[in-house]
């Protein structure tokens, strides 16, 4: 079976969560011995010029190729894949779908995000890159075979706002590393509630404006501990109250976060809107005690005996008294439901999850 993912591709490990899960399951397909290649495209105007995305082409990594328009052409005619993986919403591969009718190929979209949704409520973007940005998803997600995606709510979303037919929308679970050596012992408080949440602060449906109201309503002191790749563009953390001590720190590598989390006694998944949250899956893979809001992809999975950590976007007197309930608890009960978020967390393992994606890719190449 032959595999051709395209998307965006760069080197490193703190990067866009879509990219990531992009090269790691490019990564993890090829160890299974197939034959898989990743394409990624000239993007920066920049840094590239007008001949490169056109006719250009470089060897970014093993087989991971950058090529221009042309190239990538040549590319598919050459390799002749059974399915054209597409990571991420790009621009550049919208030219191959005409080639549907020369070749047998399938087509497979996964959704991180609906633009159109996000870009009317949450993303501040010229109205230009707005219109771009929703007509690029409009046309992929019309012309692909197959859509995977992270949760059930997006599937909803795209059934509403694009009229997908339900039997071209298949599920996909997010994967994680699992790091058995990083995960939480809950030991004897030291006065001082430490919080942790990761996701940019200057994003409006991270929901930090709720997380702060409800924390001023407490009067215990506070270590609250933010992961973002910015430090400002957000009035709510000008004016804290005086028991929040807050700390902004930049993002972390994988293992890094884990070793970060673990430091602290609860995580708070506070979004008004998330597809999924990876982060909030890290967390529970490190031992950690969560309280997550309804409005977030992955509670979609959760089993009976997590929901009780599910909150309702908004109600700041529900995440106070959850907060205070955790806080409470024995350091036994604590360490009991940590090791049920873990247990939890190792179904999104990437071996399983890689091995059912491969389920997937051999019944649509087989149709």
């Known amino acids: 079976m032959k595999i051709m993912f395209l998307g965006s591709y760069e080197n490193g490990e703190v990067l866009p969560a879509p990219t990531i899960v992009a090269k790691a399951i490019f990564d993890k397909f090829s160890k299974l011995n197939h034959n898989a290649v990743y394409v990624c495209y000239f993007q920066d105007g920049k ?8 006719f250009g082409k470089e060897l970014v990594d093993e087989n991971v190729f950058r090529c221009g328009i042309f190239r990538l052409f040549g590319m598919v005619f050459k390799f002749k894949p059974d399915i054209i993986h597409l990571s991420t919403l790009e621009m550049f591969y919208v030219v191959l779908f005409p080639l549907k009718l020369l070749i047998k190929t399938k087509f497979i979209y996964t959704v991180h995000g609906i633009a159109s949704y996000e870009y009317k409520y949450y993303v501040n973007k010229s109205r230009l890159l707005k219109l771009r940005t929703i007509f690029n998803e409009w046309i992929v997600l019309h012309s692909t075979d197959y859509i995977l995606t992270l949760s059930e709510r997006i599937s909803r979303f795209i059934r509403h706002y ?19 050596d990083v995960v939480k012992k809950y030991n004897e408080p030291n006065g001082v509630l430490k919080l942790i949440s990761v996701g940019n602060i200057d994003r409006e449906e991270k929901g930090y404006s709720f997380l702060m109201n409800s924390l001023a309503l407490l009067s215990i002191p506070i270590e609250l ?17 005086g028991n929040i001590n807050l700390k902004i720190k930049g993002t ?7 070793k970060e989390m673990i430091k602290n006694d609860i995580y708070i998944a506070s979004s008004r809107y998330e597809t999924f949250s990876i982060t909030l899956l890290e967390s529970m893979n490190a031992g950690l005690l969560f309280i997550t809001t309804s409005r977030i992809g992955l509670t979609d999975y959760f ?31 604590k360490n009991e439901i940590g090791s049920l978020a873990n247990k ?3 179904e999104f393992e990437w071996d399983k999850v890689i091995a059912e994606l491969s389920n997937k890719y051999s019944k649509i190449s087989d149709e």
């Not at 694009?162 to 994680?176: A, H, V």
């Not at 501990?225 to 109250?241: A, K």
């Not at 005996?305 to 009960?333: D, F, R, V």
């Open 162 to 180: 694009y009229k997908i037919k339900e039997n071209r929308i298949l599920s996909f679970k997010n994967g994680i590393e699992s790091y058995p």
């Open 303 to 333: 089993p009976k005996n997590l929901t009780p950590y599910i909150i309702n976007y908004g109600n700041k007197i529900q995440l106070i008294n959850k907060i205070t309930e955790l806080t409470a608890l024995s350091l036994q009960a």
């Open 47 to 54: 840094k590239y010029s007008r001949f490169q995305k056109l």
């Open 225 to 241: 501990t933010i992961i973002s790749s910015v430090n400002g563009g957000n009035q709510i953390f000008n004016n804290l109250p």
């Open 344 to 346: 939890f967390s190792l």
């Open 252 to 258: 972390l590598a994988n293992k890094s976060l884990r």
